[in-house]
């Protein structure tokens, strides 16, 4: 099959695309692929047709020519043979940086270049307080470039996230936080063991703990045995100076507009976690329970500890009572102790983590934005903004 590409460009303006297509319409061609971009007012598009015959091609490029000059555009015309089938997307690459310098990009072609691939598309997905910027990828091996990518990261000092291409990334239907670190800023644990005087000593335990190098629930009996004595007041007191992550909000908030669930898993305590969900509109929390006696801590944990395997059975039973399939779900976390649900979500992402944590993850994020979570999902930050609006 014959067919015409017809690429116009120059300065954007309402109503360019309608004059093309109008013009278009007055011969007897088929639109068989379109493509539309603007850059900083710089209008391209591109339209493929079945290539009319004889005379009615050449009154259409006619028609066209004098059309980009009332526009003011400039016009390339290009025949060929066959349609422009789209190569499958194969990965989406999600580069993050602040700021984000060219030899970032260069870097990230160069790889791709190198693996034989093609990059089909580029798009910007957020331009503050991170510019975020997706590559949709074909031809490469997701492992393969995921892999050569990390030190690419690291060099460059941006984060590079690698998904399956297609539309797995718009199909989360629950996102699963971990608390301290990740939705806050403070370990709740150091801030009620300061005020018991033990704040030094929990803080090397908690170190530890979350770099994998002892076992989580041996640490936190270790570490709550230092909080005997504590009252309720003291855990009001802490609860009034935690510190939400920057971009917590506008991710819980864009995430509930979206439908999407929020649930709340925590080595940490109940007794500060369930009030700070409820402050959020956040339903399904999970954490350790302080066990009290007449208004001061015993030193001592109730119940079960939600300890790493606590955390990865927290995010499938809550799936499951929504009927949502793993694969479908977001995990987010920094510690040992979130590697078990990170590993059994659909996308699992290491926030501000330790270096055990990120190279498990299927993404890791280093900017203190946690809304950066939202451009992995491929919502924009336009999108962002207007939901808020709305």
Avoid: C, W
């Amino acid at each position: 099959m014959r067919t015409v590409l017809f690429s116009f460009s120059g300065a954007d303006r309402s109503g360019i695309t309608s004059k093309i297509f109008n013009a278009l319409a007055e011969f007897d061609v088929t639109v068989l692929d379109v493509g539309q971009v603007v850059l900083r007012g710089r209008l391209t598009v591109g339209v493929l047709i079945s290539a009319p015959l004889g005379e009615m091609e050449v009154a259409l490029r006619h028609r066209l020519t004098v059309l980009t000059g009332e526009l003011g555009l400039e016009l390339f015309v290009q025949a060929g043979e066959g349609d422009s089938a789209q190569p499958e997307v194969g990965v989406h690459l999600t580069l993050m940086g602040m700021p984000l310098r060219p030899q970032a990009v260069a870097s990230i072609t160069e790889v791709i270049f190198n693996l034989s691939g093609n990059i089909e598309r580029i798009a910007r997905v957020s331009d503050y307080p991170v510019v975020a910027i997706e590559f949709f990828v074909s031809g490469v091996d997701i492992a393969t470039i995921k892999t050569l990518l990390a030190p690419v990261a690291k060099e460059n000092g941006v984060d590079i996230a690698v998904q399956r291409g297609g539309q797995a990334r718009h199909s989360k239907r629950l996102v699963m936080l971990d608390v301290d670190s990740t939705l806050i800023q403070n370990e709740v644990i150091e801030l009620l063991a300061d005020r018991a005087g033990s704040g030094v000593l929990v803080k090397e335990i908690t170190a530890r703990a979350m770099n994998g190098e002892i076992d989580f629930a041996e640490a936190l009996r270790e570490r709550v045995a230092t909080l005997a004595g504590l009252t309720q007041e003291d855990i009001d007191e802490v609860q009034r100076t935690i510190a939400l992550t920057p971009g917590a909000r506008t991710l819980v908030e864009t995430l509930h507009r979206l439908g999407i669930h929020v649930g709340l898993v925590s080595g940490g305590f109940i007794e500060v976690v369930a009030p700070l969900a409820h402050s959020l509109g956040i339903k399904f929390v999970r954490a350790n329970s302080l066990e009290m006696i007449d208004g001061v801590l015993t030193g001592k944990v109730l119940g079960p500890i939600i300890d790493r395997a606590a955390k990865a059975q927290a995010l499938r039973e809550y799936a499951d009572s929504l009927s949502i399939p793993l694969d479908q779900t977001v995990a987010i976390g920094d510690g040992a102790n979130d590697l078990d649900m990170i590993a059994a979500a659909g996308l699992g992402v290491a926030f501000n983590a330790k270096p055990l944590v990120a190279n498990a993850a299927d993404a890791s994020i280093t900017a203190p934005y946690l809304d950066s979570v939202l451009f992995l999902l491929g919502i924009t930050r336009g999108e962002i903004t207007s939901y808020r609006g709305a």
